[in-house]
């Protein structure tokens, strides 16, 4: 079978319909924003009408694609049934679903909340993803083939594979203790959705992202920014490390910027990537495998 390899072909998503949950701000954003540059049709999700009104007017600028928004809360069953009803009374089939909507939460190891600390992480950073995906496995599959699936894409973390649940991203005394759990769970619901929906032509992977500028970092951004920063390896410091041979100018890393997030999806939603699925891709600069410099 004679396939044409050319970029424009192998990486293409003209014409792909997207939904992205929580594609108001952060990586979200990001994601709809690659997306619809390269000629998709989006359709960002959040709770917030007003953010994701500002997100559809700054992802315009860029667009080459259409992208509108929907009003919707994911926290629930009923919330993504009803986000799932609104969509499915505009389009009438779904190319990439990207389950983006996660939320964390900090406090005390002694004294954690179980309502906001337990149930309403995993409702909205796992359950969302279920009932989404099953949701919507009809529109996924309804024109996807072997050679061309529809695509489920998870957002994850880094966080998923990293214990430490007190540090940078929480207030001194306090840990984000259901957070890593939560993403853990959906690196392997990620897992379980690719073997169902594999022979129904659809991939689902999942991205686990490290240090990202978000809504969800920003707390750490502004406490401890440069202690953070100085920790992504990308760059020069792991050299200067062991050489002592990089400038000061030199011996700082950097943390994703949009043009990571949104090549790795776009990745995924394209031919380039048709046949892979059931993987965790994690795209951190290198930063986990140095963790301990």
């Known amino acids: 079978m004679s396939q044409d390899l050319a970029i424009p072909s192998?990486?293409?998503v003209k014409g792909k319909i997207v939904l992205v949950?929580?594609?108001g701000v952060g990586i979200g954003k990001m994601i709809a924003t690659?997306?619809?540059r390269n000629g998709a049709i989006v359709y960002i999700a959040a709770r917030k009408e007003a953010q994701l009104k500002e997100a559809v007017e700054d992802i315009k600028k860029v667009a080459s694609g259409k992208i509108d928004y929907i009003v919707a809360n994911v926290g629930s069953k009923?919330?993504?049934d009803a986000l799932i009803a609104e969509f499915k009374k505009r389009e009438s089939n779904l190319h990439v679903l990207v389950n983006n909507s996660g939320i964390t939460w900090g406090g005390p190891y002694n004294d954690f909340p179980e309502e906001k600390g337990w149930d309403?992480?995993?409702n909205v950073n796992v359950k969302s993803i279920f009932y989404m995906t099953a949701g919507l496995s009809d529109y996924l599959s309804k024109d996807s083939t072997s050679t061309d699936p529809a695509r489920v894409i998870n957002i994850s973390s880094t966080a998923s594979v990293n214990p430490h649940s007190e540090g940078e991203l929480s207030a001194e005394g306090n840990g984000t203790w259901s957070y890593q759990p939560s993403k853990a769970a959906v690196?392997?619901?990620s897992s379980q959705l690719a073997v169902k929906l594999a022979p129904s032509f659809v991939t689902v992977n999942a991205i686990l992202p490290?240090?990202?500028p978000s809504k969800m970092t920003a707390f750490g951004f502004k406490t401890s920014g440069d202690k953070?920063?100085?920790k992504q390896p990308m760059g020069t410091l792991i050299f200067s490390l062991y050489l002592n041979s990089a400038t000061d100018d030199e011996q700082q890393g950097r943390v994703g910027a949009p043009s990571d997030m949104a090549g790795l999806a776009l990745f995924l939603a394209s031919p380039a990537s048709a046949h892979i699925t059931g993987q965790h891709i994690i795209t951190d600069g290198g930063a986990r495998l140095f963790s301990k410099l």
């Open 187 to 189: 690196n392997h619901l």
């Open 10 to 12: 192998l990486f293409n």
């Open 21 to 23: 949950t929580g594609g």
């Open 78 to 80: 009923a919330g993504c």
């Open 120 to 122: 309403n992480v995993f």
């Open 210 to 212: 490290g240090v990202f």
């Open 228 to 230: 953070m920063v100085a």
């Open 34 to 36: 690659g997306f619809a």
